[in-house]
């Protein structure tokens, strides 16, 4: 997006040192990475920056009111309600794709957004790992306001929370075997806090515990990282505490906020940046232009259930009584505009935010970038292809 530095990183880049790069982070740590990671950054001019801060800005104006709890009271499903929320999420994640407008200006259209944490340890080290293998500007950073040595400590920091790192977890599902497992590993160099798997955590009336070299240790404090939907898949497993019981333990990101920030936020903010949303019990006819939206479940993951081409018949095979949970949402358009060696990519940017206790609002501090020739984002929709898959975007000052 800055024709200069694309030009200069491009003459730069071969696939011999791409390799070379891919090889770097498979042995750093020696985890692998289970995900395609794409062959170039993203360089992001001072205009657009702007315009994603301002689109950003707009939203969580509608996620700090004073009634932003009511109104998505109905989010939370009552068997997956977890006790002891806090008064606002810790982190949050805005997806924005990159369009055109009708006078062909770029601009970020919001795709999804969460109040849950994403690949905060990663996408530094992966920052990192650019700037060693490929020609990135050092005025340009991936970071907000914050070095990476800064970065690293503000996310230890409201980590731990004061804690000893052993009295913290991270808790997911099998997290050595999940996707993100690199995340959960640079974590933990960052942090010290261990991945541990659901399954286990033992209970014993009101505290947790966990084993870790050979001792029983105490937890004090979740870093939260499963996701219910996939939970509530995994018939297999066999646990002694489940998330909804009321125990001793703080949350780094309260289980709540998974639902509250969500494909349910998006029909009740109005904004420019985000496209038209509805949920289908909002409507009295639906449109007669279906082909122009996207039909959404609203609890599902990884585009699970979403509907890109639309017919009447989707929307009659879908209960009345269940409208409420279903979203039409107008179709975006991502304008390609990374320019790879055989031609122009589409691209995805997610802004991250931490929010904490006593600040007035969510503060950005990094980011996440995902590359795309297919009909979706993800990785899984862009199998056998290059120039695709995740990276992070460099920001102008």
Same mark, same amino acid.
């Given at each position: 997006? !800055?024709?200069?530095?694309?030009?200069?990183?491009?003459?730069?880049?071969?696939?011999?040192?791409?390799?070379?790069?891919?090889?770097? @982070?498979?042995?750093?740590?020696?985890?692998?990475?289970?995900?395609?990671?794409? +062959?170039?950054?993203?360089?992001?001019?001072?205009?657009?920056?702007? *315009?994603?801060?301002?689109?950003?800005?707009?939203? !969580?104006?509608?996620?700090?009111?004073?009634?932003?709890?009511?109104?998505?009271?109905?989010?939370?499903?009552?068997?997956?309600?977890?006790?002891? #929320?806090?008064?606002?999420?810790?982190?949050?994640?805005?997806?924005?794709?990159?369009?055109?407008?009708?006078?062909?200006?770029?601009?970020?259209? @919001?795709? +999804?957004?969460?109040?849950?944490?994403?690949?905060?340890?990663?996408?530094?080290?992966?920052?990192? /790992?650019?700037?060693?293998?490929?020609?990135?500007?050092?005025?340009?950073?991936?970071?907000?306001?914050?070095?990476?040595? #800064?970065?690293?400590?503000?996310?230890?920091?409201?980590?731990?929370?004061?804690?000893?790192?052993?009295?913290?977890?991270?808790?997911?599902?099998?997290?050595?075997?999940?996707?993100?497992?690199?995340?959960?590993?640079?974590?933990?160099?960052?942090?010290?806090?261990?991945?541990?798997?659901?399954?286990? $955590?033992?209970?014993?009336? /009101?505290?947790?515990?966990?084993?870790?070299?050979?001792?029983?240790?105490?937890?004090?404090? =979740?870093?939260? /990282?499963?996701?219910? %939907?996939?939970?509530?898949?995994?018939? %297999?497993?066999?646990?002694?505490?489940?998330?909804?019981?009321?125990? %001793?333990?703080?949350?780094?990101?309260?289980?709540?906020?998974?639902?509250?920030?969500?494909?349910?936020?998006?029909?009740?903010?109005?904004?420019?940046?985000?496209?038209?949303? *509805?949920?289908?019990?909002?409507?009295?006819?639906?449109?007669?232009?279906?082909?122009?939206?996207?039909? *959404?479940?609203?609890?599902?993951?990884?585009?699970?259930?979403?509907?890109?081409?639309?017919?009447?018949? %989707? @929307?009659?095979? =879908?209960?009345?009584?269940? &409208?409420?949970?279903?979203?039409?949402?107008? *179709? $975006?358009? &991502? +304008?390609?505009?990374?320019?790879?060696?055989?031609g122009l990519v589409k691209t995805e940017i997610?802004l991250l935010f931490i929010w904490e206790k006593?600040?007035?609002?969510?503060?950005?501090?990094?980011?996440?970038?995902?590359?795309?020739?297919?009909?979706? =984002?993800?990785?899984?929709?862009?199998?056998?292809?290059?120039?695709?898959?995740?990276?992070?975007?460099?920001? #102008?000052?």
């Open positions: 997006m !800055i024709p200069s530095v694309r030009q200069a990183y491009n003459n730069y880049f071969t696939e011999e040192r791409y390799n070379q790069f891919i090889r770097a @982070l498979d042995n750093y740590y020696h985890c692998p990475v289970k995900f395609r990671v794409a +062959e170039t950054p993203i360089f992001v001019d001072h205009d657009f920056k702007k *315009k994603l801060i301002q689109a950003s800005d707009s939203i !969580i104006q509608f996620l700090i009111r004073d009634d932003f709890k009511f109104i998505t009271e109905r989010s939370i499903p009552p068997i997956l309600r977890v006790q002891n #929320e806090d008064d606002h999420t810790l982190f949050l994640a805005l997806d924005y794709a990159v369009v055109k407008d009708e006078h062909s200006e770029l601009q970020p259209r @919001l795709i +999804e957004m969460q109040g849950f944490p994403s690949l905060f340890g990663w996408q530094d080290f992966l920052s990192n /790992r650019f700037r060693e293998h490929f020609p990135i500007p050092a005025h340009m950073h991936s970071h907000f306001g914050l070095s990476s040595e #800064e970065y690293q400590q503000l996310v230890k920091r409201i980590l731990l929370n004061g804690h000893d790192p052993n009295e913290v977890i991270l808790l997911e599902i099998d997290p050595l075997n999940q996707n993100t497992a690199i995340d959960f590993i640079v974590t933990r160099a960052y942090t010290g806090i261990e991945p541990v798997h659901i399954g286990d $955590v033992k209970r014993e009336g /009101r505290k947790l515990y966990y084993q870790k070299d050979g001792r029983k240790i105490q937890v004090k404090r =979740i870093y939260n /990282r499963v996701i219910f %939907d996939e939970l509530l898949t995994r018939t %297999d497993l066999k646990l002694d505490f489940n998330l909804t019981e009321e125990v %001793d333990v703080e949350w780094a990101g309260h289980p709540n906020w998974f639902f509250r920030i969500s494909k349910f936020t998006m029909p009740f903010i109005k904004s420019e940046y985000v496209p038209e949303c *509805k949920f289908l019990s909002e409507f009295t006819s639906f449109p007669d232009d279906l082909q122009n939206y996207v039909l *959404k479940p609203l609890f599902s993951f990884s585009g699970t259930g979403i509907k890109f081409h639309v017919t009447p018949d %989707d @929307l009659k095979q =879908i209960p009345a009584n269940q &409208y409420e949970n279903f979203l039409l949402q107008r *179709k $975006v358009h &991502y +304008e390609p505009v990374i320019h790879a060696p055989d997610r006593d600040q007035p609002k969510p503060t950005l501090v990094t980011n996440l970038a995902r590359l795309s020739r297919g009909e979706m =984002i993800g990785v899984k929709f862009n199998k056998n292809k290059t120039w695709v898959g995740g990276s992070v975007a460099f920001f #102008e000052p």
